[in-house]
Nanobody, 123 residues
Framework: QVQLVESGGGLVQAGGSLRLSCAAS????????MGWFRQAPGKEREFVAV???????DYADLAKGRFTLSRDNAKNTMYLQMSSLKPEDTAVYYC?????????????????WGQGTQVTVSS
């Protein structure tokens, strides 16, 4: 099991930027695929982006062209750079770890979740 802690959320105006971080401990970070998800009030949790252990990335349509995912294995940390934020991006953002990107992409069999960080985008 790997423990995950998100940070970097906050309040930002529409069009602004935020960088979320997900710090991992208790496991071999470099061997995990990592992903970001979000959940808005009254909605189901949805996939945002995933990065493989080798650094390949995949994004949901909602993130393409606006969000950039990266990881620093030396720091056991994953980052989500978000720009051109919209009010509809308001949600709690969660990071997760899994052995396979497929698990994250399909949101199946994920056992490692962070506690979430709130992102609020004002209009």
């Amino acid at each position: 099991q790997v423990q995950l802690v998100e940070s970097g959320g906050g309040l930002v105006q529409a069009g602004g930027s935020l960088r979320l971080s997900c710090a991992a401990s208790g496991g071999t970070f470099s061997s995990y695929a990592m992903g970001w998800f979000r959940q808005a009030p009254g909605k189901e949790r949805e996939f945002v982006a995933v990065i493989s252990s080798g650094g390949s990335t995949d994004y949901a349509d909602l993130a393409k062209g606006r969000f950039t995912l990266s990881r620093d294995n030396a720091k056991n940390t994953m980052y989500l750079q978000m720009s051109s934020l919209k009010p509809e991006d308001t949600a709690v953002y969660y990071c997760a770890a899994a052995r396979y990107t497929y698990s994250l992409r399909t949101m199946r069999g994920i056992n490692n979740w962070g506690q979430g960080t709130q992102v609020t985008v004002s209009s």
